[in-house]
């Protein structure tokens, strides 16, 4: 792909947000060693392709989120 987003968020506000009143899945109740992993892999996959993997920290206010989706998908399409 051209782009990809990574939507980035420390396990324990992950946790916190899926704590939200519903049953957990069978994937989100893996241990949290599990997603520390995953998580660090994604990342240094993002630090191996700057270029295309924009991490974007999904701890920020959701206008904020939204505003660094639209700059990296415009400047995609912008060709910059």
């Given at each position: 792909p051209d782009l990809t987003l990574l939507f980035d968020v420390p396990l324990e506000v992950a946790r916190e947000r899926l704590s939200a009143g519903r049953a957990l899945d069978k994937f989100e109740q893996e241990k949290d060693d599990f997603f520390r992993r995953?998580?660090?892999?994604?990342?240094?996959?993002?630090?191996?392709?700057?270029?295309?993997?924009?991490?974007?920290?999904?701890t920020l206010?959701?206008?904020?989120?939204?505003?660094?989706?639209?700059?990296y998908v415009t400047t995609l399409f912008n060709g910059q």
């Open positions: 995953v998580r660090d892999v994604y990342l240094m996959r993002a630090r191996s392709f700057p270029t295309r993997i924009k991490v974007i920290d999904s206010p959701i206008a904020e989120v939204s505003l660094q989706v639209e700059h």
